[in-house]
């Protein structure tokens, strides 16, 4: 595997605003990588200059391992599926479709014939004469992916696709992208705000934060060793304990928080850092006995059954829901009783608190 | 009971008003109408003398009208062209580059459309004879073009306002260049307000006579050939080839209006 696409160093500012800050991505052949990360943090920016629609304000992008700045839209062998569609108003479904083809000068039979087979597979077979506005969102998102899929670009930018889409044939068309993606071989860099869908179909993700790359891994690493804390809390449900390392020893850390103490276990920290502690909802343990070496009591407050799974909701004395997460059909104490938090040590990621170095620092000092 | 009277009253009342905006708008057309086939031949031509159709043959002898209607035609089609490719482009360059004073010169537009024709007739004469071009037809289609363009800019312009421009980028994502981009997309897009646009123009051209008296030289045109000769009242031939050019324009609104050109474009298909 080499990689097809890979941005180095690449900075855009609007004006003032600093939208895209000092990326790096290398993105592999023939790879699902998702751009995952909140409204306006920069993931359209990415795509567009990937596709050539912006251009970067500083730092080059490589494709098939040749650098794209000189280089118009039309040029690039990428297509895009935009977010907001962008059909052509004036077109029929199939002219709609065929159009990448007709400017590639590919023979009329072969148009006809690759148009029927895309649009049997995103199923659209008998809307070729009607125009765009006669389409619900759905088929007009269709139509937007099929007609980009049609080209067989050696990559795909995809951006959110499947937003418009009700859940059933959301889950349908994400097998079929996927399914599509390995048959034809195509590189797919992919746009969603949905952490489950990220999850489900990347090969790696890649998590953006303000212009950031935050984080780049396989769904799991990026499940389980989140490396911030906005890592940490978009992907997923967690529960977050911020505070001073109170004892550190061969990685095992205790850490004092408002309410009590807690532990977990990680390397490269400092005595009395203050840090992050993320624990996953189905990591978390109620005890109706203190657990050694964690104090913290809490007020079991609510059940929610969520089909197969249980969420449990308890109550710190400062007010924080501590969630936790049980199958169906197993015990859970009852509403109202007084429990003891904790988990396995291995279970909890800890986290440095770049934001806090400052506080930290002040803390630290000794005081006049 | 009551109601239901004073209900009927009401719409009586909207039809008779009704009634009264049209007999407004379409008597003196009918006058024209009526008045080209009437049989007298005294000046000033208005007593009833009986039916003919006399006028519509002299007409064709009359070439110095023919002749003014024909340029009216010619300068209107060119100066419709000209005036529309120049709107279009300057419309969407407008639209599409920012740069410093374009607010500006958006305002700046408006003025060859609210100040009064003769000032722009003068301002036109004053230019074509400072650098000496001859008044004829050359000044006359320039002066044309010159207060047709921002009509077109805003007619496209109104047009552009509901343009999503990243359909544009998906033609060049999809391997169109710009040019065809331009015309595959963006030209049959803007096809309706580019379309609006000439209408005007080429409306504004035929009738326009306060601009056109000032830089015509010795070329006369329709309204202008019309304007002279109503010293003596309106010939019953102009009211003749009024009433021709009032058929024209109605066999042009009713194919444009109906379904004939979307039929072609099915069997097109
Ligand atoms: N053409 C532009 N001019 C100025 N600012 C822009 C432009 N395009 C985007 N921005 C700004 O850049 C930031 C990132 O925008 P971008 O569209 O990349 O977000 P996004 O991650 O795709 O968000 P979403 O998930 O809502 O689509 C936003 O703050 C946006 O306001
Ligand atoms: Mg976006």
């Not at chain 1, 290398?26 to 990415?46: A, I, N, Q």
């Not at chain 1, 004892?247 to 850490?255: H, I, K, Q, S, Y």
């Not at chain 2, 580059?97 to 958006?106: T, W």
């Amino acid at each position: 595997m080499s990689s097809i696409v890979q941005l180095e160093g690449v900075n855009k500012y609007f004006g003032k605003n600093h939208v895209v800050k000092d990326l790096n991505l290398s993105v592999e052949e023939g790879e699902f990588l998702t751009l995952l990360g909140s409204s306006g943090c920069g993931k359209t920016t990415t795509l567009r200059m990937i596709a050539g629609f912006e251009e970067p304000t500083s730092g080059s992008i490589l494709v098939e391992g040749q650098a794209v700045e000189e280089k118009e839209p039309f040029e690039r062998n990428v297509n895009t599926v935009f977010q907001s569609y962008a059909l052509f108003p004036h077109k029929t479904i199939y002219d709609n479709i065929a159009y990448g083809l007709k400017m590639k000068k590919v023979p009329r039979p072969e148009i006809a014939q690759r148009v029927k087979e895309i649009m049997a597979l995103v199923q659209l077979t008998g809307f070729e004469e009607r125009y765009p506005s006669q389409l619900s969102g759905g088929q007009k998102q269709r139509v937007a992916i099929a007609r980009a899929l049609i080209n067989r670009p050696r990559v795909l930018l995809l951006d959110e696709p499947l937003g418009a889409l009700d859940l059933k044939l959301r889950k349908q068309m994400q097998l079929e992208l996927k399914r599509l993606q390995r048959k034809l071989n195509i590189t797919f860099i992919y746009v969603t705000h949905d952490q489950e869908e990220a999850l489900t179909m990347s090969d790696r993700i890649a998590v953006m934060h303000d212009g950031i790359l935050d984080q780049l891994g396989t769904p799991e690493e990026i499940y389980e060793q989140p490396q911030t804390k906005f890592v940490a809390t978009f992907i997923g449900e967690t529960n977050i304990f911020e505070g001073n390392i109170k004892e550190l020893a061969m990685g095992r850390v205790a850490v004092r928080i408002e309410n009590g103490v807690i532990r977990g276990c990680g390397y490269g920290f400092s005595r009395n850092e203050y840090i992050t502690v993320s624990v996953r909802p189905e990591k978390m343990r109620f005890s109706p006995v203190p657990v050694k070496g964690f104090q913290l009591e809490a007020q079991v407050k609510d059940y929610v059954y969520v089909g197969s799974v249980v969420k449990c909701i308890a109550v710190l004395q400062n007010g924080m829901e501590i969630k936790m997460d049980r199958l169906a059909g197993e015990e859970l104490p009852e509403p109202g009783s007084i429990i003891h938090p904790w988990w396995e040590e291995k279970d909890a990621v800890l986290l440095h608190n770049p934001e806090n170095q400052v506080l930290e620092m002040i803390d630290s000092m000794p005081l006049v | 009971m009551k109601r239901k009277k004073r209900e009927r009253n009401r719409k009586r009342l909207s039809a008779l008003f009704c009634a009264l905006v049209y007999l407004f708008l379409f008597l003196p057309i009918s006058v024209i109408v009526v008045n080209s086939m009437n049989a007298t031949t005294s000046k000033p031509y208005l007593s009833w003398k009986g039916f003919t159709l006399d006028w519509y043959v002299k007409l064709f002898d009359n070439s110095s009208l023919l002749q003014s209607f024909g340029n009216t035609m010619v300068i209107a089609i060119v100066s419709t062209l000209l005036a529309t490719v120049i709107g279009t482009l300057g419309a969407v360059g407008m639209y599409r580059y920012k740069f410093k004073g374009k607010a500006l010169l958006d305002g700046l537009l408006y003025i060859p459309v609210v100040i009064p024709e003769i000032v722009l007739g003068i301002s036109l004469l004053t230019i074509f004879a400072l650098v000496d071009i001859p008044r004829g037809m050359l000044t006359l289609i320039l002066a044309h073009v010159t207060f047709c363009v921002p009509y077109v800019i805003f007619n496209v312009r109104a047009r552009l306002a509901g343009y999503d421009s990243s359909i544009e980028e998906a033609s060049l994502d999809l391997g169109a260049n710009r040019i065809r981009t331009f015309f595959e997309i963006t030209l049959p897009v803007l096809a309706p307000g580019i379309a609006g646009g000439a209408l005007l123009a080429f409306t504004l051209s035929i009738d326009d006579v306060i601009i056109s008296y000032f830089v015509n030289g010795q070329t006369k045109t329709f309204p202008l050939k019309v304007m002279e000769s109503i010293k003596s009242g309106v010939a019953p031939d102009v009211n003749a080839l009024s009433t021709l050019i009032l058929l024209g324009t109605i066999v042009l609104v009713v194919l444009t209006q109906s379904d004939l050109l979307k039929i072609k474009k099915k069997v097109k298909r």
